[in-house]
């Protein structure tokens, strides 16, 4: 169609040079017949052009804007209240009750619940423990490695969300064996990991083999350890250094109720 118009249109136009040519005297009246006959066939060009255009506008056009009228703006508006929605974001400030933790933690009086910080159950002798992180584990002490020689504690796990830290040195002494053991007990299953840093040579330095029923685990401090039930032993551990005077890690956590659980710790080494 459209080669086939502007065919007519060249041919029409080599008329037109031609004619012009050929008697420059009828230039004037020649070139107005023939400019009439291109512009009729521009014309019928722009015509059959425009109605193929128009007749395939409408169509797509009509189409088009019946279903866009139709289904944008309804999407758009639906997806607008999904934004202000999802904008609660901005709104909603990490570590504030209901909005994401404020990377592990949140403000007073919440818990960091699978991402989201929740309210924290108020639960007795469980108020203001600063020992929800790993660096701000509860320093029990030292003890050498007879293991008449231990170490406990006695605290709560406020819910599901509570995470407690408790940290103690452990001496590596002539006539005993260094074997990381702690030995809890609560009033719900709690899940109970032991992390071991060697004093020589460091996290990096230190070299475990987790018991069996236990799992190979690594703190946010990059310590090394095993996180198990209430009861094991480390005794698979080795320091870089000559001496395996070591720091441990006990985290107690991720208790089978979210509810208020009492538990009793006492580790040896
Ligand atoms: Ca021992
Ligand atoms: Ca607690
Ligand atoms: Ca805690």
Redesign the pocket.
Known sequence: MMLRSRALVLASLTLFACSAGDDPADTGSNSGITSASAATDASSTGASTGSAATTDVPTTGGDTTTTTTGDDPTTTTSGTTDDTTGTTGPICDPGQVGCVCDGDTCADGLACEDGVCVPELACDG?LG?P??TEPNAQDLGEIDDDDDNVVTADGVL?GAG???WYTYHGLDTFGHVAEPTVKVTSSAAVRVCQFIECDEGGAVGTEITCPDGTQTALSGGLRPGCCGGATFTVSDFNCSGSSDDIRVYVRIDKPSQDECVEYGLVAHN
Do not use: A, F, T, Y
């Open positions: 469980d423990e020992d929800d406020g509570d995470v407690d």
